[in-house]
């Protein structure tokens, strides 16, 4: 059986992640999505739990695609859920600079064990990130077309609560 690991951060999860997803879950056995605590990046919408939630939900029925947290090294994330490779998804120039070097990292630091696999969103799918979505969401725009519905609901969901503390 053939797992491999999606790490990211899902703040929130789009199109563009669930495009990806679907491909790999016809590539290989089982997906395993890892939502990653990342201090680096401030102000998260949506905690890493609510972010977990909103996936299983969008997935739910769905034998072969898991999701996990974890932190640290995404390679001990993909060594510890018996993952054989990393899925990365590549939008652009810019995302490809990035990739290769995490790639070859990850490779060295797994002790040349865990190999990263990049795929690319379909057309529709391709320029969609998680920061666009929010920010078209606080102009009030319709992010129907980037996120499932799921989505759009939780976020309108958890503007109130916002609104409500300021
Ligand atoms: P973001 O970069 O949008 O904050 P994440 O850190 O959650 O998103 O991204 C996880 C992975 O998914 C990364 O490899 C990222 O490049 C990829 N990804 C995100 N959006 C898309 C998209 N629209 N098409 C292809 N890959 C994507």
Same mark, same amino acid.
């Given at each position: 059986?053939?797992?491999?690991?999606?790490?990211?951060?899902?703040?929130?999860?789009?199109?563009?992640?669930?495009?990806?997803i679907?491909?790999?879950?016809?590539l290989?056995?089982?997906?395993v999505?890892?939502v990653?605590?990342?201090?680096?990046?401030?102000?998260?919408f949506?905690?890493?739990?609510? +972010?977990?939630?909103?996936?299983?939900?969008i997935y739910?029925?769905?034998?072969?695609?898991?999701?996990?947290?974890?932190?640290?090294?995404?390679?001990?994330?993909?060594?510890?859920?018996?993952?054989?490779?990393?899925?990365?998804g590549?939008?652009?120039v810019?995302?490809?600079?990035?990739?290769?070097?995490?790639?070859?990292?990850n490779?060295?630091?797994?002790n040349?064990?865990?190999?990263?696999?990049?795929?690319?969103?379909?057309?529709?799918?391709?320029?969609?990130?998680?920061?666009?979505?929010?920010?078209?969401f606080?102009?009030g725009?319709?992010?129907?077309?980037?996120?499932?519905?799921t989505?759009?609901?939780?976020?309108?969901e958890?503007?109130?609560?916002?609104?409500? +503390? +300021?």
């Amino acid at each position: 059986m053939t797992k491999v690991l999606y790490p990211g951060s899902f703040d929130p999860i789009t199109k563009g992640h669930m495009n990806v997803i679907e491909q790999a879950s016809e590539l290989f056995d089982e997906v395993v999505v890892a939502v990653m605590k990342n201090e680096a990046k401030r102000n998260p919408f949506f905690t890493i739990e609510e +972010r977990m939630k909103l996936i299983e939900e969008i997935y739910e029925g769905k034998t072969n695609i898991k999701v996990v947290t974890g932190e640290g090294a995404t390679v001990d994330i993909a060594s510890l859920y018996e993952c054989k490779a990393m899925v990365r998804g590549l939008r652009g120039v810019t995302d490809f600079d990035e990739e290769i070097q995490l790639a070859s990292i990850n490779k060295k630091i797994s002790n040349e064990r865990i190999n990263t696999i990049c795929l690319f969103a379909d057309e529709p799918y391709k320029y969609i990130s998680s920061s666009m979505v929010k920010g078209i969401f606080k102009l009030g725009k319709d992010i129907k077309d980037y996120v499932d519905p799921t989505i759009k609901e939780a976020m309108e969901e958890k503007q109130k609560v916002y609104q409500k +503390r +300021r």
